[in-house]
Every structure is written in C-alpha cells, then in structure tokens.
C-alpha cells in the first residue's frame, strides 16, 4: 500500500485565487471584518479593503456572509435550489435521530461497497471543518478482499503485540496515576483479557478484527500537528454518519489504527512516511442487521461554571 502516493490536500486549490471586493457593490457593512479568522480585512478611508491576503485560509466565511454579493471568490458556492432550512427545529430534531439511531455496526452484509457510495461517503469527511482549514487530511479506502485479508494477517500480530505491552503497563506500581485508575481497569480487565478470547476465535477462523468487513478507511495527517487528530475524528465521524443514513454501517477500529502506530511493520506495509501519522480507522459495509431502537447513552459529565 503506497500512502506516500496519496494526494497532497496541503497543495492548494488549482485555479483558485484570493478573494477580491467590488467596490460598486460594497456597502461598507463590515460583516467581512467580523467573520475572518486570519484578519484580512480593514477598514481604510471608509471603504472595506484587502490589507493581507496572504493570510487566506480558503474558508470562504466572507463570500458566503456578504449580504451584498461584494466579495468575489471561489471558496463558497450558493445553497441549492429548494434546499431545507438547516436552522430550524425539524431539522435539528432530524439531526438528533441521526445521532441516536447510529450503532457501531459489525455484520455485514456479503456485498462490496460500491465506489458511489464510498465516494459520497469521503465527500462528508472532505467538507468537515479542519484546523486553519488546512485541508491536510489523508484517506485510504481498502477494498480488494486479497489486500484485507493481507492486512488482517500482518495487522494481528501488531495488535496482540501493542496489549501485551499496554498489559505489562497495567502491572506497575503507578500505572493508576500514569493511566487514571479507570483506563487501567478497563485495559486490565477488558482489553488485555479479550485479546486471549479474540486471539481463540480468530485462530478458529472467526475475523473478529475486520468482522469480513467489505471496505476498509482509513485517515493520515502529520503527526507533530496536534490539531489534525481532532480534524480526523471529526471527518470520520462525519462519514459514518453519511454511511448511516445510506444503509451502510460502520464500525471505528481503534486496534488497527493504534497498531499502524505501534508496529514498524505495519508503518511498513502501509509505506508511511515519518511525517504521517494514522489518525483513525473504520471498517464499513451494507447492514446485514436492523436495529429497531435508539441507542441510550449515560447523561452527559458537565461542569457549568
């Protein structure tokens, strides 16, 4: 697998430049001051100008603000036609089924994913919100059988690998200070345990890491930006989502992504650059089962100050 060879979204908008105002068609409002982030806008002599476009992040918060139209750029694009009022509480109830209807799906029906659905599934995590709309995120989608069942077969040995390690961390005198005594519970009793049990089952010829999922994605970014790690759950939350509401269920491994890592041959499989780092990963699949319920979680932890 050559991620080496993904595209680089850090490379800019082809053909896109930086925004410019028309001044006949100003108002001098100043909307555009409020909404740019990177403070591109000033006022000068009672007109609105572009003092640092080299700042530009690309997020076309002042195209899409501008009452009048003023500003011409290419980094916003209308609403569609007959489209449903988004601030509105249908809406935002809607919004909440979707929410609470999701579930961490693992059978599958045996039936590739087709590249439609995938493609529109990537076009929710291409329209996510990345720090300094930075654009940087990284996806791979796995759908050849032979090359999952490869990665599968290279894929365990590195997770067995990372819990027997986390399992010695568990043992030491102040793995509850270093951990937090929750977390070190749940990897002691759960996560070290069930690796006996999965190791059992996978070894009958049971996938309990992939769950025969027919697609694999996966989300890089570069390692040494904190942010990225927010801007890849959040995309791939978001894909899941989209996945949901077209029948396609979705499950987020955390053992794959941790071991890819963890393990230099997995870094190697995956032929990763230092740079990169893999920042998530689900398998996803059309839904063999049909939940007739909502999921109950516990009430949210909050401190209001």
């Known amino acids: 697998m050559k991620a080496k060879n993904l595209p680089d979204p850090g490379a800019g908008i082809p053909g896109v430049d930086y925004p410019a105002i028309d001044q006949s068609k100003c108002t001098k409002c100043g909307i555009c001051l409020k909404v740019c982030a990177p403070v591109m806008y000033e006022m000068h002599d009672g007109q609105v100008a572009l003092v640092r476009p080299d700042w530009c992040f690309h997020c076309g918060h002042c195209g899409a603000a501008c009452p009048a139209g ?5 980094f916003s694009e209308p609403v569609p036609a007959g489209a449903p009022e988004i601030v509105s509480p249908a809406f935002s109830d809607a919004l909440q089924l979707v929410f609470r209807s999701r579930r961490s799906v693992r059978k599958y ?4 994913v087709s590249r439609e659905d995938l493609e529109k599934i990537l076009e929710a995590g291409r ?11 990284r996806y791979m989608v796995i759908t050849d059988p032979e090359k999952i069942d490869e990665l599968r077969r290279i894929a365990f040995p590195a997770v067995l690998k990372m819990f ?7 043992k030491i005198p ?17 996560y070290v345990e069930g690796m006996k049990l999965m190791e059992e089952q996978i070894r009958r010829g049971e ?12 989300v890089f970014a570069e390692k040494f930006d904190e942010t990225q790690a927010f ?17 396609i269920g979705c499950c987020f491994n955390g053992f794959l992504w941790m071991a890819i890592n963890f393990d230099k041959k997995l870094r190697k499989w995956f032929d990763l650059p230092q740079h990169l780092k893999c920042y ?3 398998t996803l699949g059309y839904q063999e089962v049909k939940y007739h319920r909502l999921v109950k979680r516990n009430p949210a932890k909050v401190e209001w100050r």
Request: with cysteine; charged share 20%.
């Open 70 to 74: 003023a500003i011409r750029e290419a």
């Open 109 to 112: 029906k045996k039936k590739p």
């Open 127 to 137: 329209y996510t919100a990345t720090g300094t709309n930075a654009q940087t995120l």
């Open 164 to 170: 027997a390690f986390v399992g010695r961390l568990t």
């Open 174 to 190: 102040f793995a509850s200070r270093l951990m937090g005594e929750g977390l070190r519970d749940r990897m002691k009793n759960r």
């Open 207 to 218: 996938d309990k890491l992939f769950h025969n999922a027919p697609a694999i994605i996966l």
């Open 231 to 247: 801007s890849a759950a959040a995309a791939l939350y978001n894909c899941s989502l989209m996945a949901h509401t077209m029948g």
């Open 280 to 282: 998530g990963a689900m």
